[in-house]
């Protein structure tokens, strides 16, 4: 079974600083791996996405996320923070071609912005 | 733009007291989702549909939790009687494909349950 791990709970940068989240996953195969983000008291809304092909991604937001198969990441990355990024981000990963297959997410990342 | 549209967005109750969550999924959307999120977690799959069929409710507990989508588009999740354990925010989500190959998934504002 896959499985998703955020190692951060809670990251402050400064307004205008870059930005890395951490993802690691777990599964046998090449998985299909999500970054989404949760504004306080709103539902999921998808950042970007990686299924197969170039392992450097970009999202909305510009937002941009890698993966790398050697160290099962898949950290997500900003440039330049802006103080509306301040939410929380969950990576998701998800397997299986059928209709049971699902997407399992991690427990998130707060992250607080900095004036 | 479509959006998914839940309801009650509140909900406060008391334990044993039956309590029910309504979903409406973008148009067209074959897949539905119930996730249950509690306060600093990530969300955790209860139940998928296609279309009006189950395909996976292993993680629902289902001595007190049901879900139906009766006619393949809306769907309802019932509490019955809830705990407190069960406090928590439910997000419905709905994509258009079958399997996560689909790509995004389209949440729902959620439905915040307080067991009291």
């Known amino acids: 079974a896959q499985s998703v791990t955020q190692p951060d709970i809670h990251i402050t940068v400064s307004e205008g600083a870059s930005l890395e989240l951490r993802c690691n996953y777990s599964y046998g195969a090449t998985p299909y791996l999500f970054w989404y983000v949760q504004s306080p008291g709103q539902g999921l809304q998808l950042l970007l996405k990686y299924f197969s092909g170039d392992t450097l991604v970009q999202g909305i937001k510009g937002f941009e996320a890698e993966f790398k198969r050697s160290q099962s990441s898949f950290n997500l990355r900003k440039p330049s923070v802006h103080w509306s990024d301040a939410a929380e981000y969950f990576c998701a990963v998800g397997a299986g071609y059928s209709s049971a297959s699902k997407i399992i997410f991690g427990s998130g990342t707060r992250l607080s912005i900095r004036p | 733009e479509a959006e998914v549209a839940q309801s009650p967005r509140y909900k406060i109750t008391e334990k044993s007291q039956a309590v029910a969550f309504w979903c409406d999924p973008i148009?067209?959307?074959?897949?539905l989702y119930w996730y249950r999120q509690i306060l600093g977690q990530g969300p955790e799959l209860l139940v998928q549909f296609q279309d009006e069929s189950v395909v996976d409710d292993s993680q629902l507990p289902k001595d007190r939790f049901s879900a139906e989508r009766l006619k393949g588009v809306d769907s309802t999740l019932k509490i019955q009687p809830a705990e407190l354990g069960d406090s928590a925010m439910y997000l419905c989500?709905?994509?258009?494909?079958?399997?996560?190959?689909?790509?995004?998934?389209?949440f729902g504002e959620g439905s915040r349950l307080t067991v009291l």
């Open positions: 989500a709905s994509s258009a494909g079958t399997g996560v190959n689909t790509g995004e998934l389209f």
């Open positions: 148009s067209g959307h074959a897949t």
